[in-house]
């Protein structure tokens, strides 16, 4: 009897902790919420940035309005030569992405130029 319980409570831990990693797992790569059908390429300046994981960031304003692009890794961004200091407030960017089909000031980048250096970060 004290083996079914033991091993209902392994199963049922098991059960929780496998539905939330999958929660985090799906919120992580979410990438469906971006309308891949229509690229938008922005120009501006760097008004903030952030270089931690899971994805950088820059906030980025242009002509009409202040973007939050979303970078890669910042694993990937060194290994492809997009160092921190690159991304430093003041700096103009341009991007290529895709709009949140819900929060319509997010752009997932999918490449980013600056100085005239262009990073492929996916």
């Known amino acids: 009897m004290r083996h079914i319980r033991l091993l209902k409570a ?3 831990t098991t ?11 799906a919120a992580h790569h979410g990438w469906t919420g971006y309308d ?3 690229p938008l390429t922005l120009s501006g300046t760097v008004k903030a940035s952030g ?4 994805h950088g960031f820059v906030d980025l304003e242009t002509a009409d309005k202040v973007w ?5 890794p910042p694993a990937r ?6 160092s921190k200091e690159m991304l430093k407030a003041g700096t103009k960017a341009t991007v290529m992405g ?3 089909k819900v929060e319509k000031s997010e752009l997932r980048a999918e490449r980013i ?3 005239e250096k262009t990073i492929e970060l996916r």
């Not at 270089?51 to 899971?54: A, S």
């Not at 961004?77 to 997009?82: A, F, I, K, N, Q």
């Open 10 to 12: 392994t199963l049922a």
């Open 51 to 54: 270089y931690e994981n899971p």
């Open 15 to 25: 059960a929780v902790l496998f539905m939330l990693a999958v929660g985090v797992l």
């Open 98 to 100: 895709y709009q949140n």
């Open 113 to 115: 130029t600056i100085n």
């Open 77 to 82: 961004m060194e290994s492809r030569g997009l």
């Open 36 to 38: 891949e059908t229509n």
């Open 68 to 72: 939050r692009v979303v970078l890669a």
